[in-house]
């Protein structure tokens, strides 16, 4: 049967119209990817001050349905920052997961939570991002990157936004992989000193006991740790200064800038990376014993410190507390000085990169995606495939370097070696036991 002209618009015109009112898990059910309406949903995880940045992010390329944080306070204020209150709220991130409309999940939960929410959320068929620093140790890394093989069909992107600065950090990366330093021999890496960077004051001058405060799960919010007395600093903000959650410094800030030594050498390999520490120059808060503080009622993460390291590519690496922030890369060819506000050197003076920093060499850098913001590349990725710059696999590689620096400074070793092809201390046993650690009994990750 012919069908006139007329009648043909008006079919076409309402088949529009009907589709504009369909659920978006409707429409992609029935036209897939290119269907009106067809925006991904996305919940978020952890609301308050990154989570809710990060939100900001994912909103430019997906529509945020669900929030969901210990802590009711946060998560209603972010509710109403983001949504207007429109956003469901769940207190316990699993009915988030149990949600078939949400496509993609963004976790900003403190450093301790990372893995196993990033682990249910992929045994959930989201597409995953989660903040930095991704894992607490090393074994934690070992399941992850085995998680996200099992689940490779989803797209899983860690927060490190140091992969995406084209203009400095990128620059350098593709300096060192150009070969336009020579031959790198040595790397410095500077962390600025933390909040905690002084030994602790007097007892009567710590953090002091309070009560929790109504409407935040202290005892979820604890996770794979035991429960510690709530007291101030040791919860929201500054729970990286404690090793019962995080790694100090050298985790927070080692997840980008020794990320970005490690990617520029391409140490941040399976069989790459650390080989050898000596941490005889670092001093923590409190007094140790067996790498655990003896006291419980300030911040224990280490605060000042001389870290020395050899690579498996026999470059030496020192990662030092000092007052600012930067990497000195040092080649036989010229040095460069990078960091989040410049990028100096003669090299970059005479610019040495304008024949090799065009969009084919940033392409191999951003694994044959065209340079873009770091959610462009996430979504890219969800559409299309491939692994996005900052990748699970490369990040876990980083993090077992810091958390191997980290185990030589809690036991304030001079002569730590680290095999990284079987991923163990084959000469210390007692830096063994800090590769996995014990957890509260049902919020276990294995």
Partial sequence: MKISLNRRRWLQTNLLASTAVASPAWLRHAFGEQAPNSRLRFGGIGM??????????????????????????????????????KAAEYSDYRALLDRKDIDVVMIATPDHWHTKTSLDALAAGKH????????????????????????AKQTFVVGTQRRMEVPRFTRAVNMVRQGLLGEIKHVSVSISKSYNATFAPPKDQRFKLLNVPEGFDWDRWSGQVKVYPYRENRG????????????????????????????????DQPGKGLVWVDATDCNHPLPMKDGYPLEDDYYNAAHDFCLKGKLENGVSIELES???????????????????????????????????????ELRALFKGKPKESRMSNFY????????????VFSHCQVMTACHVFNIAARLGRNNLRWDPVNETFPED??????????????????
Avoid at 130 to 135: A, F, G, N, S
Avoid at 339 to 360: A, F, H, M, Q, T
Wanted: a negative charge; glycine letters at 10%.
């Fill in 48 to 85: 308050g001050p990154r989570g809710c940045s990060d939100t900001g992010e994912h909103m430019g390329h997906a529509e945020l349905v669900a929030v969901s944080d210990l802590d009711s306070t946060r998560m209603t204020a972010a509710n109403q920052q983001f949504t207007k209150g």
């Fill in 128 to 151: 995953v991002f989660c903040e930095k620093p991704l894992t607490l140790t090393i074994r934690e890394n070992q399941i992850l990157c085995a998680a996200a093989k099992k689940y």
């Fill in 236 to 267: 929201h903000g500054r729970f990286r200064y404690w090793y019962e959650y995080a790694g100090g410094r050298v985790t927070d800030w080692g997840a980008h800038y020794l990320d970005t030594v490690l990617w520029a050498l391409e140490q």
């Fill in 322 to 360: 000092r007052l600012d922030d930067c990497i000195v890369f040092e080649g036989t060819k010229g040095r460069v000085r990078v960091n989040c506000g410049s990028i100096r050197g003669l090299p970059v003076e005479e610019n040495w990169d304008k024949d090799c920093y065009g969009d084919d």
């Fill in 380 to 391: 890219r990725c969800i559409r299309e495939g491939g692994l996005p710059v900052s990748d």
């Fill in 429 to 446: 046993t007692q830096a063994c036991t800090f590769i996995s650690r014990e957890q509260r009994k049902g919020y276990e990750i294995e």
